[in-house]
C-alpha cells in the first residue's frame, strides 16, 4: 500500500554541504516511484514549491529569523517554520501524510511536535553523532546538540543509521534499545525497499 511521506532535511540540492543532500535526493526519487514524498527543506531564498512527479514534491523554507547565535539557535527557529509547513500539509488533505523521516538533530524537535500534535510518528535517521563531529563533547554547543538527537532518538519510532558501527554507536551514545534501530546500507541493490519497510513499519504507530 502507498504511504505519505514527509522528509525533513536540512540540506538538500542545490543547497550542499556534505554528502546528506545527496543521500536525501537519491533517497526521495527512490521512494517516490512507490509512495508519495513531501521533501520539507530549507534554503536562502523565499519560499518556494516544486512539483517533481505526481508522487514527489519539494517545499524549500527560509528561516525567518537572523542573525543567530549559533548553528542551534538557527535550527530551533527553523522548526517552527517546518512544522507550519507540515502542518498546512497535513490540513489540506490529512490522508496526504502517514508518517516522518527527519534526518539528523536540525529538525529533531519539529518532528517531536508534529507527533505530538499531529499523532504523525517519525523515523530519525542519523548520519553521524555529534560525539563524533565535535572535537570537544563537552563543550556547552555539543552537549545541547547531542540532547536534540536524544531527544529525537527517543521519541522516534525508529532510528534508521547506515552501518552497523553507527547502529552500536547510537545504542551505546543514546541509551537505545536494538530493537529500534535499523541499518539500511546506503548504495546497496535493496535499499529503497529495506528503507519503505522501516516506513510502512513506523506508519503502524500512527493513532
Not at 549559533?70 to 502542518?87: D, F, G, H, K, Y
Not at 489540506?92 to 499523532?119: N, S, Y
Not at 552497523?164 to 554507536?169: G, L, N, Q
Request: hydrophobic share 40%.
Amino acid at each position: 500500500m502507498p504511504l505519505n511521506i514527509a522528509i525533513l532535511a536540512w540540506e538538500y540540492p542545490p543547497r550542499i554541504i556534505g554528502e546528506m543532500a545527496y543521500y536525501v535526493q537519491k533517497l526521495a526519487l527512490e521512494i517516490s516511484k512507490r509512495h508519495h514524498v513531501s521533501v520539507i527543506t530549507t534554503h536562502d531564498a523565499p519560499y518556494s514549491h516544486e512539483k517533481v512527479s505526481n508522487g514527489f514534491e519539494i517545499y524549500r523554507l527560509q528561516n525567518p529569523v537572523e542573525p543567530h547565535v549559533n548553528v542551534v539557535t538557527w535550527a530551533q527557529s527553523l522548526c517552527a517554520e517546518v512544522q507550519r509547513m507540515v502542518a498546512d500539509i497535513y490540513y489540506d488533505e490529512p490522508e496526504r501524510l502517514d508518517m516522518i523521516d527527519t534526518h539528523e538533530w536540525q529538525f529533531a524537535a519539529a518532528a517531536v511536535g508534529l507527533k505530538k500534535a499531529l499523532h504523525l510518528p517519525f523515523v530519525l535517521t542519523l548520519h553521524s553523532l555529534e560525539d563524533h563531529r565535535s572535537s570537544d563533547p563537552s563543550l556547552p554547543l555539543s552537549i545541547s546538540i547531542r540532547g536534540l538527537e536524544s531527544l529525537g532518538a527517543y521519541e522516534c519510532e525508529k532510528v534508521v543509521t547506515s552501518s552497523d558501527r553507527m547502529r552500536s554507536e547510537v545504542e551505546r551514545v543514546h541509551k537505545v534499545p536494538s530493537f529500534k534501530v535499523r541499518t539500511v546500507i546506503p548504495g546497496s541493490h535493496s535499499w529503497a525497499e529495506q528503507t519503505a519497510q522501516v516506513y510502512h513499519e513506523t506508519s503502524g504507530y500512527r493513532l
